[in-house]
């Protein structure tokens, strides 16, 4: 019986020199401890545009200025090609919108190559304005001057056909001084200096 108590009593003081250390018993405090496994900051990132590792050329009109188109440079996941510029066109980024860029480029728009290099039959679901045409013609001339045909005949110049309305836009390079887009209605062509006559709308 002493013998028993004597164990209990040891075990009492051993207690009691623990807490008065300052360290709490085992089993207290298993809450507070973090699981193992990754933390939040070794988690992957999902890249930025800004870290995609391609980029293509759009011919794009700003909302700002109201006047001729600019051609931006946008970052991209995939490597693009000629027959994905429709689509990148139809849409705008966070960062475009909020440097006030617009389009006029529908989305769902599908190309098919015709007879010649660098001409195609444009099928749209709503009839193309003479501004979204304008935004095709000069983003593919910029990509053949970016991309060149290895045959050296074959000029950097893109030719467009729209079947449902049949505007064709013959093989225009992509003209100086492009037409404001808040003149409406049809779109007037430049002078040579890009200079409009605010009456007529005509150069």
Not at 26 to 54: K, L
Not at 71 to 82: F, L, Y
Not at 141 to 149: G, L, V
């Amino acid at each position: 019986m002493g013998r028993r108590w004597a164990i209990a009593a040891g075990a009492a003081v051993a207690v009691l020199a623990v807490g008065g250390c300052g360290v709490q018993p085992t089993g207290v405090n298993v809450a507070r401890v973090e699981p193992f496994g990754a933390s939040p900051s070794s988690s992957p990132e999902t890249a930025s545009p800004s870290q995609y590792p391609y980029t293509v050329s759009l011919f794009m009109f700003s909302t700002i200025n109201k006047g001729p188109g600019t051609m931006i440079s946008r970052s991209v996941p995939n490597a693009p090609g000629p027959m994905s510029l429709p689509d990148e066109l139809a849409t705008l980024s966070a960062d475009e919108q909020a440097d006030q860029y617009t389009t006029y480029v529908p989305p769902g728009i599908t190309l098919k190559p015709a007879d010649l290099a660098h001409e195609y039959y444009v099928f749209s679901p709503t009839p193309l304005g003479p501004l979204a045409l304008q935004q095709l013609t000069c983003t593919f001339d910029q990509w053949w001057i970016q991309h060149p045909d290895p045959n050296p005949q074959i000029r950097a110049t893109t030719r467009l056909i729209e079947r449902s309305t049949g505007a064709d836009t013959l093989w225009q390079d992509c003209p100086e001084g492009v037409v404001p887009p808040n003149l409406g209605g049809a779109a007037a062509k430049p002078t040579a200096a890009g200079v409009l006559d605010k009456s007529t709308g005509q150069g």
